[in-house]
């Protein structure tokens, strides 16, 4: 298992330099055509069985969430990953869709990156349940501390508290980069979920996810009246100036 997710780990970062080069702006359409063009070929001495090269680069983020540190700084960096490689599979199946006339999950064009998007979903849900258990023994006091000096005390696996900060804060990020690869993958290519999942799964999950953009409209909503309060208050003591 160790050798396999150090190849990994070191493949992806090879590739990293062709898919995402520095010279490139990601601000602009073109960056995201630029690793789209790379990553949708097919190696022909591998033939068609292994899809085009994408579908390797998922498995091999999967392999890399499934047993990397949650807290590091490699299994941030395969999240920010995976949540690329996930949009530009879902780009693939859209162009599928629109050259077969249907949209329905595990046809023939889809049906090996519907395989992996269902496989992206499942593992960032084992993902997250782990992350929140770290989280939960991170936060738990160390042993022979009352709760009165927890605080004053060495932090719990961490030899300073400025390095569990920045545990804490990777932590967050990648949560923060799973849950935004679920939704991508619920409203990108929801008739894969519906049609896998149980109906009492795919409700939990649509429960969830509902909750997540409510939440999020809801502080987009904040945010902008806030700047118009600025922007009102501005303007108003530019007048009085």
Not at 52 to 59: G, I, N, T, V, Y
Not at 86 to 102: D, K, Q
């Amino acid at each position: 298992r160790i050798v396999s997710v150090t190849l990994a780990s070191q493949l992806l970062s090879l590739l990293d330099a062709f898919i995402f080069p520095d010279s490139l702006d990601t601000s602009l359409p073109a960056s995201q055509l630029h690793g789209l063009a790379l990553v949708r070929s097919t190696e022909t001495r591998l033939g068609q069985s292994q899809g085009p090269l994408l579908a390797s680069l998922l498995r091999l983020s999967l392999l890399l969430l499934s047993h990397l540190e949650p807290s590091s700084v490699k299994f941030l960096q395969c999240c920010g990953r995976l949540r690329c490689f996930l949009h530009w599979t879902l780009e693939l199946i859209r162009e599928s869709v629109a050259l077969g006339g249907y949209s329905a999950a595990f046809q023939e064009l889809t049906a090996p990156l519907d395989r992996l998007v269902l496989a992206v979903v499942l593992q960032c849900h084992r993902t997250l349940a782990k992350c929140a258990h770290v989280l939960m023994e991170v936060e738990s006091p160390a042993p022979n501390t009352s709760s009165s000096n927890t605080s004053e005390s060495a932090p719990k696996y961490f030899l300073t508290q400025e390095q569990r900060q920045k545990s804490y804060r990777r932590l967050f990020r990648a949560v923060s980069e799973l849950r935004e690869i679920v939704l991508a993958a619920y409203r990108g290519r929801n008739e894969v979920l519906r049609a896998a999942l149980s109906h009492q799964a795919y409700e939990a999950l649509q429960t969830a996810l509902e909750e997540v953009l409510n939440n999020n409209n809801t502080q987009q909503q904040r945010r902008g009246s806030q700047n118009l309060m600025r922007g009102g208050s501005g303007g108003s003591r530019a007048s009085v100036s």
